[in-house]
T-cell receptor
Framework: DTEVTQTPKHLVMGMTNKKSLKCEQH?????MYWYKQKAKKPPELMFV???????INESVPSRFSPECPNSSLLNLHLHALQPEDSALYLC???????????????FGPGTRLTVT | GNSVTQMEGPVTLSEEAFLTINCTYT??????LFWYVQYPGEGLQLLLK?????DKGSNKGFEATYRKETTSFHLEKGSVQVSDSAVYFC??????????FGKGNQVVVIP
């Protein structure tokens, strides 16, 4: 099973709202990722968690707050977003993120976020 | 740094035609190479991969060979179907597991 699930599938929120995106995997993977994808562009890395600890933050604005409650779950908390934050948010996981080893990443279906 | 270059522009072809999408890369060390496919309204699916030189990745009739001498990983399919219409991304990881993506190619297959 190489499935990564994400909820919700679609989300519309106002600029003053607080919402959360959720991601789950049951492959025993120890690395999880958040990406942002704008239309007709490749995904852009936002955050990487390795063994439930934040290992990479690609200078993402603080209105995006990631959380990894356990090895299977990854959340992205959203607050005071801007219209330009509207995008497809993709979660991914990989077996590990060890130096010198290359592990394939498995992506979820994404959450289509619209900020009004 | 690591980078991936895909041929410019969408690819439009007729059903049962031969598909080639070019991909070249720049990387230090020994990267792993991937092709991801994104169908309309969906996330990315790993289509195939190759982890060392001369490896051939294959899946669903698609193939790509890791060519270290030409730093290429071109995607091919002998006979495309309408259901192959999607965006195809070439990507690599170079030891830190960061994925470097190409810009992607929209493939449109006409019946």
């Amino acid at each position: 099973d190489t499935e990564v699930t994400q909820t919700p599938k679609h989300l519309v929120m106002g600029m003053t709202n607080k919402k959360s995106l959720k991601c789950e995997q049951h492959m025993g993977h120890r690395a999880m990722y958040w990406y942002k994808q704008k239309a007709k562009k490749p995904p852009e890395l936002m955050f990487v968690y390795s063994y439930e600890k934040l290992s990479i933050n690609e200078s993402v604005p603080s209105r995006f707050s990631p959380e990894c409650p356990n090895s299977s779950l990854l959340n992205l908390h959203l607050h005071a977003l801007q219209p330009e934050d509207s995008a497809l948010y993709l979660c991914a996981s990989s077996q590990d993120v060890g130096a010198g080893q290359n592990y394939e990443q498995y992506f979820g279906p994404g959450t289509r976020l619209t900020v009004t | 740094g690591n980078s991936v270059t895909q041929m410019e522009g969408p690819v439009t072809l007729s059903e049962e035609a031969f598909l080639t999408i070019n991909c070249t890369y720049t990387a230090t060390g020994y990267p792993s190479l991937f092709w991801y496919v994104q169908y309309p309204g969906e996330g990315l699916q790993l289509l195939l991969k190759a982890t060392k030189a001369d490896d051939k990745g294959s899946n669903k009739g698609f193939e790509a060979t890791y060519r270290k001498e030409t730093t290429s990983f071109h995607l091919e399919k002998g006979s495309v179907q309408v259901s192959d219409s999607a965006v195809y991304f070439c990507a690599l990881t170079g030891g830190n597991n960061r994925l470097a993506f190409g810009k992607g190619n929209q493939v449109v297959v006409i019946p």
